[in-house]
């Protein structure tokens, strides 16, 4: 087994983590030693890759269910005799709920064994909801004290769901390598989310890669649309329809995990649906076509928006420019659009370039298509403000100043800028996007579309 210098790193990172937590101060509340270990995972985490999809459905409300196919770790991140930090719920808390809603959230762990010390110490110092693992009972441990501890993780979930915070929580009850995951789920975090009024938000997280080195892999995490079992049919804890119900959400997650194991970084899965979109477009004359990255992706309301245009949405995640740039041939075989309107850039900050070369591809990719369609207009939006971005905020600008000076200068290119209506003063305004920050809710779309209206 090689073991390269970013897995020392992070074993490293990982060993800090359960020190700085076993070793905090006694007077220090389990609060705020989760906030120690919380932090110091977000800063092991910094050294590897990974990766996290579908921010965009993340619910308003913190006080929600988040299930997760539970992963093993790799034996060569073990932090001290044995014991293993779990890095997927570690990495679900620290850089998900944390980072989204200012709260790790709680978590459930089973009873330490009698021999697992350090285990104890650390678990007993972040005070989690404690339960008994079926292969993890003491030696003659009481049959009537195992069901009676579990039966109490119904009143101590509950109570943190009422009180704002959310839980995480694996259906499985054990791990498992990606390629075999998920286990079969257990029924009762089912149960206590059918039985409860209101019925909370369940939230599935799909993992992947946990189980490998970082070095080997990228650590993946893909966020599903929330549901609530009320949604399923379930309104009642003791239905007999529950069983199908999760047996039928365990399939659904094994496709899931399987995709996105097989899914590699690029974009093909993305653009195959979009070759389908034009194929199954019926008239492609005055077409106005909208590309870009996730933000003309979840533009979903483009017929509802403009019911006079001929609306065709070939936005994809996550695309850079280049990406932009490398699919236009392969997605742009019709003839001539009418408008072509892009949104653009945004995503190419994180590449750490500077403002002119980020212009200097958008110019390019805007000539290319030119070049092709010499009777099209082309509209370029400006990049959005977002709290994801509020450190690059002026570059962000810096782009935005620069397409609206070489839009005057262009004949066919037209660029609309509504940068400042999504902003309070000198602040971003939360009323126009969703949790993740990023990504323009209901409100947004309503600002994007009056400021693109009068030019379709």
């Given amino acids: 087994m090689e073991i390269k ?4 790193q992070f074993l490293s990172a990982l060993k800090h983590v359960y020190q700085s937590v076993c070793n905090a101060s006694p007077s220090l509340s389990p609060t705020a030693a989760r906030r120690i270990c919380t932090d110091c995972i977000r800063e092991a985490f910094s050294i590897t890759n990974f990766q996290i999809k579908g921010s965009e459905h993340l619910p308003y409300q913190k006080n929600s269910i988040f299930i997760y196919n539970h992963l093993n770790n790799h034996p060569y991140y073990t932090e001290d ?3 293993q930090i779990t890095l997927d719920s570690h990495f679900i808390s620290s850089m998900i709920l944390d980072k989204y809603y200012k709260d790790p959230g709680i978590r459930v762990v089973r009873h330490s064994l009698p021999e697992e010390k350090n285990h104890m110490a650390y678990y007993e110092r972040l005070k989690y909801i404690r339960v008994y693992a079926k292969n993890f009972l003491p030696h003659g441990q009481d049959s009537n004290e195992v069901r009676s501890a579990n039966n109490a993780f119904y009143t101590a979930a509950i109570k943190h769901l009422r009180q704002g915070s959310g839980l995480v929580f694996s259906p499985e009850g054990d791990s498992y390598k990606t390629s075999d995951s998920p286990g079969i789920f257990r029924y009762g975090i089912f149960r206590l989310a059918s039985c409860m009024d209101p019925q909370p938000l369940i939230v599935p997280l799909v993992l992947a890669n946990f189980d490998n080195l970082a070095s080997k892999d990228t650590f993946k995490c893909e966020i599903k649309p929330p549901f609530r079992m009320s949604d399923m049919g379930i309104t009642d804890k003791n239905d007999p329809e529950l069983p199908k119900v999760v047996s039928r959400l365990n399939q659904q997650y094994k496709k899931w995990v399987s995709v996105l194991l097989a899914e590699q970084n690029g974009y093909e899965a993305e653009i195959k649906q979009l070759e389908k979109r034009i194929k199954d477009k019926t008239t492609i004359k005055n077409l106005v076509v909208f590309y870009g990255s ?4 979840l533009w979903t309301s483009l017929e509802k928006d403009f019911p006079g245009v001929n609306s065709l949405n070939l936005g994809f995640g996550g695309a850079y420019i280049n990406s932009l740039s ?12 009418k408008v ?8 190419d900050l994180s590449l750490g370039w500077a403002v002119v070369k980020i212009v200097d591809k958008i110019k390019t990719l805007i000539e290319k298509i030119h070049r092709k369609f010499p009777t099209t207009t082309i509209i370029n939006l400006s990049i959005k403000p977002s709290f994801e971005r509020v450190d690059q905020m002026e570059k962000i600008l810096g782009i935005n100043s620069a397409m609206a000076v070489l839009a005057k200068k262009t004949t066919f290119l037209k660029q609309i800028d ?21 990504h323009l809710n209901k409100h947004g779309y309503k600002v994007l579309k009056n400021h693109l209206k009068p030019f379709l």
């Avoid at 072509?340 to 995503?347: F, P």
């Avoid at 509504?418 to 990023?438: E, H």
């Fill in 5 to 8: 210098e970013r897995d020392k």
């Fill in 81 to 83: 005799e044995g014991f």
């Fill in 294 to 297: 996730s933000t003309i992706r």
């Fill in 326 to 337: 490398h699919h236009f041939e392969r997605l742009f075989t019709f003839e001539s659009p």
């Fill in 340 to 347: 072509v309107v892009l949104y653009l850039g945004g995503n």
């Fill in 418 to 438: 509504f940068f400042d209506a999504l902003m309070q003063g000198k602040f971003v305004n939360p009323y126009f996007f969703l949790q993740d920050g990023l």
